[in-house]
């Protein structure tokens, strides 16, 4: 079971905007060296509206943002830092890792999903895999992208292109994914590693 955490996400009330917005309203016109009323001068507006917008005690409009953002030479979405969308947080527990099932994949070979940030498409796919038996021929694979690898018990001779790698505990290997790659042959078992394919950025 993949669980995607909501709950860390925290939803901001019409007064904790009008504070962090007054914030960033007060840190730009400082780093001008601007007065309140110098700057209220530059943007336009009256030096008690700005007054209230830097206090947090109103909800300035969109035009009023604009005019403040123009004056202190800054894009308007400057004064929402601090006001980030809700980010996913993926936790995969370790009794509830969703098995992957390859074409060619024999007994005592376990590949496990470590688990994927929602979205369109896939940026990065962890994995840890579980060789326990040794067998004569082993699937290679080809994907996008890169993968790192970092052995976490055993050793094996890892294919990569017209090569072989000797790969131990706490060895790690990178490689482009278009290059067929995969185990050859299990020298020490089990082997187990983490796989980690990073994806090139959808256009």
Same mark, same amino acid.
């Given at each position: 079971m993949i669980q995607q955490d909501d709950e860390v996400g925290h939803v901001f009330s019409s007064d904790? $905007?009008?504070?962090?917005?007054?914030?960033? $309203?007060?840190d730009a016109r400082r780093a001008l060296g601007l007065t309140m009323a110098q700057f209220a001068e530059v943007a336009e507006i009256s030096l008690g509206m700005v007054s209230k917008i830097e206090h947090g005690q109103t909800s300035p409009s969109l035009s009023t943002l604009?005019?403040?953002?123009h004056a202190a030479r800054v894009p308007i979405t400057a004064f929402f830092r601090g006001l980030d969308e809700e980010h996913d $947080?993926?936790?995969?527990?370790?009794d509830?890792?969703?098995?992957?099932?390859?074409?060619?994949?024999?007994?005592?070979?376990?590949?496990?999903?470590?688990?994927?940030?929602?979205?369109k498409t896939r940026i990065i796919e962890p994995m840890m895999v579980t060789l326990e038996s040794?067998?004569? $021929?082993?699937?290679? @694979?080809?994907?996008?992208?890169?993968? @790192?690898?970092h052995m976490l018990e055993g050793s094996m001779e890892y294919g990569y292109g017209p090569k072989n790698y000797l790969l131990a505990a706490g060895d790690t290997i990178q490689i482009h994914g278009e290059v067929a790659h995969g185990p050859v042959d299990l020298v020490d078992l089990p082997v187990r590693f983490m796989s980690v394919k990073v994806f090139p950025a959808a256009e």
């Open positions: 904790d $905007v009008c504070r962090v917005v007054g914030e960033r $309203v007060r604009t005019r403040l953002a $947080v993926v936790i995969v527990r370790a509830d890792r969703m098995e992957i099932l390859h074409e060619g994949t024999r007994d005592g070979h376990v590949y496990e999903d470590l688990g994927s940030l929602r979205g040794a067998d004569e $021929v082993f699937p290679l @694979f080809q994907h996008e992208g890169v993968e @790192f690898l």
